[in-house]
């Protein structure tokens, strides 16, 4: 995650202490993703030992106070107008395990498919619970939104599964979607 | 207050089969379920399912193979055809992909339409078919023609016109398919607000994310309820106390 261009945007707004930026962050982003503390400080280091940010002192009550550098304004204006990278996809866990699933006798991909199915249409009824709740402020509603529609994506992709599962199923003779009953003969 | 009796609609073991011998089509397999006053329900599944047969067993507009479908305590199949088409006209509300509002008529008298069919006088049914329209939010809408209103608008007369007049079930067959995904969600939100507010909804989609606005979702695979997640309902009971 892109804590560190993050901050640096919060910081473009404006100086701020490390426990203002967690705040605001996490304002911005519903605690979807959250910040500890300690986070904040490496990163804030880290940032200035780049040339960044830099200290302006501290506040009345003793908090270290940022300001961004001009170096730390392209940064975030840099950030702002590339594209994140698609080329390097995240791990998935549940891409792997299905993947794995289909190839490993004895496992009842289908009931795999259906408990994920109830789990994340669970999830995705929490989100759809959280937006009819209240008003939400832009960037949180779109925070949500963007878990509403990967829950979504999620669903109809195991729905395409299941559909190819069955596909196959019919047209080999062995059935892969269901359990076999003797996996020496599969073999 | 017995809790079964918030039941406003009931499929117990409903099996629905088109044609026979060879060509035989099991559309609905032994499915049973309850919706509670206050309850939003979803029904998912692929083309094929059964969801749609489903939807049109809930409202009366077909009988089930064996099994009975009961709305509000009364199984359809005693009523009748003349009492079944009243039950359409007084208890049902249906809302439907493709809107089907009347084209001649204007918002106020698509809405006002069920109501004077089954008797009410026209000043009495076009009041409460404004307050529909008044509630729906479209109430400065009331005098337009379908063809002068956005898919969003026509829907939401189409949702006005499936609750005038205190209907306790709602049916919706994917009411939100011919919009885009914000006006969409509005209609959801108003289909929410309505079972909130004590109606028995039942929502087929094969959107999750529409789906997700219920307090329950039911899968159907090939005529059978597969799996079902949300509240227990147990606990909508408690709830559509409050």
């Not at chain 2, 009931?10 to 206050?38: K, P, Q, W, Y």
């Not at chain 2, 011919?178 to 909804?201: F, K, N, P, Q, V």
Request: one cysteine or more; proline letters at 4%.
């Amino acid at each position: 995650m892109s804590v560190k261009q993050a901050l640096l945007a919060l910081l473009e707004q404006g100086p701020r202490y490390g426990y203002q930026l967690r705040t605001e962050f996490e304002q911005r982003t519903g605690s979807t993703w959250p910040l500890n503390v300690g986070q904040v400080y490496t990163t804030l280091t880290r940032l200035e030992r780049d040339g960044l940010v830099e200290a302006d002192g501290a506040d009345g009550e003793g908090h270290v106070v940022y300001r961004v550098t001009d170096a730390g304004r392209d940064e975030v204006a840099a950030w702002f107008t590339t594209p994140v990278a698609r080329t390097q996809p995240p791990r998935d866990e549940l891409a792997i395990k299905l993947a794995l699933a289909v190839t490993t006798p004895g496992v009842d991909v289908g009931t795999v498919i259906q408990q994920q199915r109830s789990a994340t249409m669970a999830a995705l009824q929490d989100y759809t619970r959280l937006k009819r709740e209240g008003d939400l402020d832009l960037a949180w509603g779109l925070v949500l939104d963007s878990l509403v529609f990967s829950a979504e994506a999620e669903i109809r992709w195991l729905d395409h599964c299941e559909a190819r599962l069955r596909r196959a199923a019919l047209e080999r003779p062995t059935p892969v979607a269901t359990n076999v009953e003797t996996p020496e003969v599969a073999r | 207050m017995n809790p079964l009796s918030s039941t406003v609609l009931h499929l117990d073991t409903v099996t629905r089969i088109h044609g026979e011998g060879a060509t035989e089509v099991r559309a609905l397999r032994e499915v049973s379920f309850r919706v509670a006053a206050g309850e939003l329900v979803a029904v998912m599944g692929p083309s094929g399912s059964g969801k749609s047969t489903l939807l049109t067993m809930a409202g009366g507009l077909d009988a089930p193979t064996s099994g009975t479908v009961s709305v509000e305590g009364v199984d359809l199949a005693t009523l009748g055809n003349a009492g079944r088409a009243r039950m359409r006209r007084t208890s049902v509300g249906y809302v439907f992909q493709d809107f089907n509002l009347i084209p001649a008529l204007s918002a106020v008298e698509n809405v006002a339409l069920p109501m004077e069919l089954d008797g009410v006088r026209s000043r009495a049914a076009r009041a409460a078919a404004r307050a529909a329209l008044e509630e729906v939010g479209i109430p400065e809408l009331a005098d337009r023609f379908p063809d002068h209103m956005s898919g969003g608008q026509q829907q939401r007369v189409a949702i006005a016109r499936a609750v005038v007049g205190e209907r306790r079930l709602i049916l919706a067959d994917e009411p939100t398919g011919a919009l885009d995904s914000e006006t969409g969600e509005e209609i959801l939100r108003l289909l929410r607000a309505r079972c909130d507010a004590g109606a028995a909804g039942v929502l087929v989609t094969h959107e999750a994310r529409h789906a997700a606005w219920a307090d329950r979702v039911v899968f159907l695979r090939d005529g059978v309820v597969v799996d079902e997640t949300g509240a227990d309902p147990a606990d909508v009971l408690l709830e559509s106390r409050r």
